[in-house]
């Protein structure tokens, strides 16, 4: 049953595809314009890569496990050779799903998985380029009522969200079978609690897993299962008002996106691949 489950799932990004993102929000096709390498391996220990950011000290990576795994976060090159392990202390892994790092090197690890949309302890870890874990970030949706909800209301997950000029913009990973809209949501870089109302949304045929900015600020992606869209800046705004490329990637269960400069990605999946999205 698994295998056959495996099989499914495989085929199912294989033949993810952009051409409803080209039809519904514009976005060109660019395929064409990148290269995909496979680069390296993760460890055994990072069996469910599901963030990426970089050490900024030794121009390294940081990558944790999702659910099950230890508050850990695993130091690693870019081939994929683990380097340490980071401890985070008091710190919970329910469900972490992805990192943000502000200019400062201040990660933010996102303890946001709400599979079953049932979570009231949606929580954010701050911290600093010291190893201090500062005072969490907790939230919740503001039109989330019923927990779960009833129906087909299954958008209250998120696995992606980044860091931008000291807000943090969250992506939801919509499972809804019915309506297909991600939704974008952005609170403060601060401690405290926070009630989420959406402030965009778009149409993606695919969940969302994971989303990063690139350095300059200009360009954001969203990760799927199966490709990657990317989204243009304009005016310091961070909205799905200008998609450009929908770049279709097809390896496996990709869970974490990171940009390596403004315009080159690297990703990891499930299967401990990493692969580098290079401009041609």
């Known amino acids: 049953m698994v295998k056959l489950v495996y099989i499914w799932f495989a085929l199912k990004v294989a033949l993810c595809s952009c051409q409803s ?19 390296g391996r993760l460890p055994a220990i990072a069996d469910e890569s599901s963030g990426l950011a970089r050490n900024q000290k030794t121009n390294t990576l940081w990558t944790h496990n999702d659910s099950g795994g230890k508050p850990e976060l695993y130091e690693i090159d870019y081939n994929g050779k ?77 696995e ?36 989420l109302t959406a402030r965009d949304s778009v149409y993606v045929d695919a969940q969302v897993t994971s989303a990063d900015i690139n350095p300059a600020g200009t360009t954001f992606a969203l990760l799927t299962y199966g490709k990657i869209l990317l989204f243009d800046i304009v005016g310091g705004e961070i909205n799905f008002d200008h998609p450009t490329n929908c770049i279709k990637i097809g390896k496996m269960q990709e869970e974490a996106i990171i940009f390596v400069n403004d315009t080159d990605l690297l990703i990891t999946n499930e299967q401990r691949n990493m692969y580098l999205i290079k401009r041609k």
């Open 160 to 195: 992606a969200f980044f860091y931008y000029q000291k807000k943090l913009y969250l992506f939801s990973k919509n499972r809804s079978k019915t309506d297909r809209y991600v939704m974008m949501y952005a609170l403060p870089a601060q401690p405290g609690h926070y009630t």
């Open 21 to 39: 993102d080209q039809r519904r929000n514009g976005f060109e096709k660019a395929r064409s314009e990148y290269k995909v390498s496979k680069i």
């Open 82 to 158: 683990l380097l340490s392990t980071l401890a985070v202390p008091r710190a919970r892994n329910v469900d972490w799903e992805d990192l943000a790092q502000s200019p400062d090197g201040t990660l933010y690890i996102g303890d946001i998985g709400n599979n079953a949309n049932t979570r009231r302890d949606l929580t954010i870890y701050p911290l600093t380029p010291s190893q201090e874990v500062l005072a969490p970030i907790t939230f919740s949706y503001a039109d989330q009522q019923l927990f779960p909800p009833p129906g087909h209301q299954l958008n209250f997950d998120s």
